[in-house]
């Protein structure tokens, strides 16, 4: 629930960062929109999970690629994020920024304190913006209304 780091993570980590997701996003299995996505989300341990976008044959049962990182660190036992990269490009070639869709950004705010979470877009492991998740899902709904 509570991410640990507070301070945005620093050039060196998040072109760390980038650099794994477009390794996932290579491993995209994404036949129907040839869109490929890959993210990486690093956790409180300083470990990273990455995933990658996988689509079916029936079109809602396709999953993005935030949400196969989070769950791959959720089943994996880590629960504790302080960001994640992500980038994503027709046939694998990235261009420009791709920010997440609204059930990824309401997935990530169930284990993120939306102030201290940050979202790096990236087109390149040089041209990214760095958000909170604040920034991109504001008054938002969380475990802690419940
Ligand atoms: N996609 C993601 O993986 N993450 C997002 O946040 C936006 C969209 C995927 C879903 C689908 O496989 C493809 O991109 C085109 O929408």
Redesign the pocket.
Known sequence: MKSVKTEPPGRKTVQDLIGKALCAASL?Y?P??R???G?ALLCADGSVCT?????NASYPA???????AVAKAVSGGKREFAAIA?V?GRDGKVTDF????G???QVLREFADPKRFYVILAASADRYRLFTLEELLPESFGPEKL
């Open positions: 995209a994404a129907y929109s869109f490929q996505v993210a995933g990658c976008n996988v689509e396709g999953l993005c690629a935030e949400r196969a992500i994503g791709c920010p997440p869709c059930i990824c950004r």
